[in-house]
């Protein structure tokens, strides 16, 4: 039994920790200048000192979806493997860091190819704002982008074993950030972990197998005391709300993606969904997106085209047509009647 638990605390209490200047550490940049030539993004400078790799750059304003950022690989070229954590930690300089994307390039067996990073499958998630020193997420956040599986012709799937053979980390410009203006992202380091939570959830069962022959056992039942249970629908509400108010902007938010994160069933969120509001999953992360969408409208000055992505709709076009159904008018003349009134 101690034997176990030594194993599962190793497991457990392991992290990988990638920290700039290390020797097997390389550190690159990439941008989409070198693909389309010049006038796209540009690499203002990277310095890579002993725990800490700074980079500036700038987004060019020549393509729709520009990308430049700074990557990290093994200089053995092996692979790192992250598929046994659950929790991602950056620590960064909160006053030389703007917001970005976080990716990781990984080799899909039997398909990727070394020569070709187009094929690496990548995982990838937005820091939206940069808060404090310390920047932590689920490792479940780190989706496949739906454009990757149409640009390699394959169908959608939930693989997640090629995380167990990370060839690169990328941070790269957030899909929101403006152009043509200096933006910085200062590195300290990058930790790959468990969860305090999944260390108790196996821990405390541990040690109370250890210790129960230790405990001596009451003779007298102890007194009565109701449970306080919650209703199953409720307790799936509460689920619901709180996964689709957290992840209603995600591009590849779906009905299946729910059920994979959340563990309920396709027939518990449709019928708790129309129970409490009347609406199916589609009505229903609409709705959510559309009132967020009509709030920064009125109180940001965003481009309509960047609040269309923000709340979770890649093509404008799309976001118009939604939006125009659901309040009669276009999101412009929206934004125009409401500014008017305001003033």
Known sequence: MICSLLVIMIFLFHRVTITPGEENLRFITYSDSEDYGIECSEVLSLNVDRGLAAFSYTIGTKRDYPYIGMAVERTDSTYWNLARFNKITLRVDKNMTTPYTLLLGTMEEGF???????????????????????????MKHMQTPTWWFGTNSLSKNNNRKS????RMIRLQNHPLAPRNTPQRIHLQRITFSHSAGRIMLFLVPSLGLMLFPL?????RLPGYRPLAIENRQSEELSILEEFIGKEYNRLDLSLQTVIRDTGLSEKSIRHTLKSKYGKGFIEYLTHIRMNEAARLL?????????IALFVGYRHPTTFTKIFNRTFGVSPRKYREHHRNNDT
């Open 163 to 166: 995380l167990s053979r990370v």
């Open 112 to 138: 990727s190819s070394e020569d070709k990073p187009v094929t690496w499958r990548l995982f990838q998630d937005d820091i939206n704002e940069i808060s404090g020193e310390r920047i932590s997420l689920p």
């Open 215 to 219: 405990i001596k056992r009451e003779k």
């Open 298 to 306: 009125c109180q940001s000055d965003r481009q309509i085209a960047e």
